[in-house]
């Protein structure tokens, strides 16, 4: 029999990810197989203001929105093997050139990870060079930058910091010490509740003034049950605080095609909102399973807090 006390636990479940929000964005992993599943990020009445795509280009499937209607953000991903090359200032300059509104850009993804995990495997001298050439004038466009996106890992902070004091001795000039231009601190955690806050806070702890984005995140690998607590505790927490400036949930996918365990996915593998792929939308849940093909439960699924060791889990995204 379900008590009125389960109800309401279930109402407010459903509720937290429906309230309306300028902060949630799109992580974009697009499905060649499903092209039609790039449509579903841009439904009528969804929460999405913003998104990337890893990229220095906008995705084909959103060029009809405008800036105004769904925020395109550049990534410049990596660095090659000449880190003046100006390859994504140029890009990103084009865009601007032609009418686009850019207004941010994102730092490199997962500099302190290995290539074969996902990351873009750079030394922070490199990166602070290419950093100088690409993101400083686009800085004096007016364009605010997000630094690089390290890893949950330990190194992360060590790496962000060797990184920051490369760019420093990279425009100062005699005694005159600077600092390279950032306007905004990205950050990925793919582990449990109590280690993203503490991630965060360390962050906070280092650079009072920061505000930070986390543009890769879920509780990788785990039930169904916890998958769902952390993302309902994770998006109340990043509403509530004023620093965080964005967001973005790493789970545009299908449950099949998730290499972050298919309960984090937004899509079922029928292609079918998941209760959490729903509710990041802003609407309510919908009781499908993410292994489900087809159908759906009467009843969204009950939550538990789930547990886990704080450490980060880098991502192989191609």
């Not at 429906?18 to 449509?39: I, M, Q, V, Y």
């Not at 009072?208 to 109340?236: K, M, R």
Request: aromatic share 12%.
């Amino acid at each position: 029999m379900i008590t009125l006390r389960f109800f309401a636990a279930l109402l407010a479940v459903a509720g937290i990810g429906s309230a309306a929000s300028s902060k949630r964005g799109l992580c974009f992993t697009p499905n060649e197989a499903h092209p039609d599943d790039n449509h579903v990020w841009v439904k009528s009445g969804s929460d999405l203001k913003w998104y990337y795509n890893y990229q220095g280009l906008p995705s084909p499937a959103y060029s009809p929105l405008s800036q105004d209607d769904f925020e395109y953000i550049p990534m410049m991903w990596g660095v090659g093997s000449n880190p003046n090359d100006t390859a994504f200032y140029d890009q990103v300059k084009k865009l601007v050139d032609d009418g686009t509104k850019v207004k941010h850009v994102l730092g490199f993804n997962e500099p302190d990870g290995p290539a074969d995990q996902g990351g873009s495997n750079i030394k922070p001298k490199d990166a602070a060079q290419a950093w100088v050439a690409n993101f400083e004038p686009l800085g004096k466009m007016g364009i605010k930058l997000g630094l690089p996106a390290c890893t949950g890992s330990p190194g992360g902070l060590p790496w962000l910091k060797q990184f920051l004091g490369n760019c420093s001795e990279l425009v100062s000039t005699g005694g005159d010490k600077k600092n390279c231009t950032w306007g905004f601190l990205p950050v990925h955690w793919y582990d449990n509740f109590a280690g993203l806050a503490s991630h965060i806070g360390e962050r906070k702890a280092t650079w009072p003034d920061a505000e930070i984005w986390v543009t890769e995140y879920a509780y990788a690998h785990q039930g169904l049950a916890p998958s769902q607590e952390f993302y309902n505790q994770s998006i109340d927490y990043f509403e509530k605080l004023d620093y965080i400036g964005r967001y973005a949930y790493f789970g545009a996918f299908r449950a099949s095609k998730a290499n972050v365990g298919s309960n984090a996915a937004m899509l079922s593998n029928g292609g079918k909102l998941t209760d959490i792929g729903s509710w990041y939308l802003g609407f309510s849940a919908t009781g499908v399973t993410p292994q489900s093909g087809k159908g759906a439960m009467t009843v969204p699924s009950v939550v538990l807090v789930g547990a886990g060791v704080s450490v980060g889990l880098a991502v192989n995204l191609f």
